[in-house]
């Protein structure tokens, strides 16, 4: 079974940046999608940005030219650099782990957007 570690959430004012991390804890070989969902509070959990071992992209309409999607295939670890953070943007992050045959996730790492 495999699990994915996350970091990298807190406290930050708006405008300022967050870099997310996520790394599974098995080499994956064959195709797959990693990437970030958001859970606001009230509200349904949404996509934030996935990336393909390929190097594919994926924004959301609110992430667009303020977050940035990565990956290591060496490590399988993707990485989510948000700036420009707003208060919109408080919410638990999940990373979202998809593979041929199983999808998995992480337990959540908070981000908070206040002055």
């Known amino acids: 079974q495999v699990q994915l570690v996350e970091s990298g959430g807190g406290l930050v004012q708006p405008g300022g940046s967050l870099r997310l991390s996520c790394t599974a804890s098995e080499r994956i070989f064959s195709i797959y999608t990693m990437g970030w969902y958001r859970q606001g509070s009230g509200k349904q959990r949404e996509l934030v940005a996935t990336?393909?071992?390929?190097?594919?992209?994926n924004y959301a309409d609110s992430a667009k030219d303020r977050f940035t999607i990565a990956i290591d295939n060496a490590d399988n670890t993707v990485y989510l650099q948000m700036d420009n953070l707003k208060p919109e943007d408080t919410a638990v992050y999940y990373c979202n782990l998809l593979t041929i045959t199983n999808d998995y996730w992480g337990q959540g790492t908070q981000v908070t957007v206040s002055s």
């Open positions: 990336i393909t071992n390929g190097g594919t992209t």
